[in-house]
């Protein structure tokens, strides 16, 4: 028999409830603020990104920043690249950071140091998967969707080289 390249760890249908789920809190905690900017970490975290904003009960603005690990493999370098997070006005602003997964956590905490010297309003960080037995920096996330164990996981925007972001759920990816 075949195998297939990746085994199914969170079905479509739990994604789906979850991340509505999680734009209710997001919502509920928020309420009354007059715009939210939602910075999308691209790649991995655009499906997420927009699926939740449209359960999302507040006025928001969307903007998008790329991070990304010097080097190949698969576990971050922790010489992380940011682009595109100069450009957009943050001052003032109450900010969501949305981001794919929460592994060592040097992604993160390199991107909301960055962020912060913009002096945004506030700040909070919603992840969609978490690693925490993987952490090497201090840092939590503000909203998590699931908390997995440590496997390499594809799908829903999260990729291996590029490949399976288009799955509508996460897998594990059989290697
Ligand atoms: P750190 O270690 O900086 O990692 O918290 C966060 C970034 O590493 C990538 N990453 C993964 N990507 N499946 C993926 O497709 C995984 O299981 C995985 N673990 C970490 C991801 O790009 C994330 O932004
Ligand atoms: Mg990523």
């Given at each position: 028999m075949m195998t297939l390249p990746q085994k199914e760890l969170i079905s479509a249908e739990r994604l789906q409830e979850r991340v509505a789920e999680l734009a209710r809190e997001i919502s509920d905690d928020l309420e009354?603020?007059?715009?939210l900017t939602v910075v999308c970490v691209l790649k991995g975290a655009f499906i997420f990104t927009a699926d939740l904003v449209r359960h999302l009960t507040l006025p928001c603005r969307i903007e998008f920043i790329r991070a990304s690990s010097y080097?190949?493999?698969?576990?971050?370098?922790?010489?992380v690249k940011l682009e595109?997070?100069?450009?957009?006005e943050l001052e003032g602003k109450h900010v969501l950071l949305v981001e794919d997964i929460l592994d060592t956590g040097r992604t993160l905490s390199r991107i909301v140091a960055e962020l912060e010297q913009q002096r945004p309003a506030s700040m909070r960080v919603c992840a969609l998967?978490?690693?925490?037995?993987?952490?090497?920096?201090?840092f939590e996330a503000n909203y998590t969707g699931f908390t997995i164990p440590d496997h390499f996981v594809v799908g829903y925007g999260l990729d291996a080289d590029e490949r399976y972001?288009?799955?509508?759920f996460i897998a594990i990816e059989n290697r």
């Amino acid at each position: 028999m075949m195998t297939l390249p990746q085994k199914e760890l969170i079905s479509a249908e739990r994604l789906q409830e979850r991340v509505a789920e999680l734009a209710r809190e997001i919502s509920d905690d928020l309420e009354g603020i007059d715009l939210l900017t939602v910075v999308c970490v691209l790649k991995g975290a655009f499906i997420f990104t927009a699926d939740l904003v449209r359960h999302l009960t507040l006025p928001c603005r969307i903007e998008f920043i790329r991070a990304s690990s010097y080097g190949e493999g698969r576990t971050s370098s922790g010489k992380v690249k940011l682009e595109h997070h100069e450009t957009i006005e943050l001052e003032g602003k109450h900010v969501l950071l949305v981001e794919d997964i929460l592994d060592t956590g040097r992604t993160l905490s390199r991107i909301v140091a960055e962020l912060e010297q913009q002096r945004p309003a506030s700040m909070r960080v919603c992840a969609l998967l978490d690693k925490p037995s993987r952490r090497s920096v201090l840092f939590e996330a503000n909203y998590t969707g699931f908390t997995i164990p440590d496997h390499f996981v594809v799908g829903y925007g999260l990729d291996a080289d590029e490949r399976y972001r288009e799955l509508p759920f996460i897998a594990i990816e059989n290697r």
